[in-house]
């Protein structure tokens, strides 16, 4: 568990910035406005990068090839709707009927298994894995030709801001995970699913989506797809376990 306690430790300081406070509902920020906040900001970084001339948008697959982008439209449809459910227990509140409560409830729903199953697992993987990759070795993810075509701002953007993002809406919201099972099941099939779209892409193009498949034998490509999905089903546990610890420890302080 004290892994744990450093990622809490690592929230509260992102959080101490960002105005929230820990021991008190209050917020010099409301967690309302920032998720509005973040949800323009992805519209901005799908927008600006849509905008971009680069050859691979013009290619089979366009932008859906990559995890990243995809990615980005799971962060950005997520916060759209956790606007939706702040706009919706804003209008109803104190007023609401059985069948008002039942959809705001279906709409809350919806909001937790996304957290839990997509925004949470895949944007701690993508930017983990990229920033590995990078680091190690760039043009395996990330070719220098690339710095041409897109600035840093919006690299950050695309690979950076995703955690800090994702940690505050887990810290100041309480997601209700579904079971373990259930959702392993899910993040499993999200993973089985982009490899086989991966793999049809190269096998209508001839090329694989990033330059390192290019330079591993098929078995290496078995065992790194299943490394992978291995390690995203990770991510989804570490956010169960820091859900549950984050709010569980501060049901204990009230």
Known sequence: MRFVALCDLFLHSILTIAGYSTTRKMALIPSQILRVAILLSYFSIICNYKAIDMPAHQTYGGSWKFLTFIDLVIQAVFFGVCVLTDLSSLLTKGAASMEQERQLQKLIGLRDWMMAVLAFPVGVFVVTMFWTLYLYDRDLV????LDSFIPQWLNHGMHTT?????????RTTHHQYPSRLCGLLA???????YVLWMCWVHSVTGFWVYPLLEHIGPWARLVFFSGLTALISL?????????SYIWDSRSKCV
Not at 142 to 145: A, E
Not at 187 to 193: E, H, K, Q
Not at 235 to 243: A, M
Request: charged share 10%.
């Open 142 to 145: 990330y070719p220098r030709l």
């Open 162 to 170: 995703v955690l800090p993002f994702v940690i505050i809406e887990m």
């Open 187 to 193: 993040v499993c099939s999200f993973a089985l699913g």
């Open 235 to 243: 991510y989804y546990i570490l956010g169960e376990v820091l859900n």
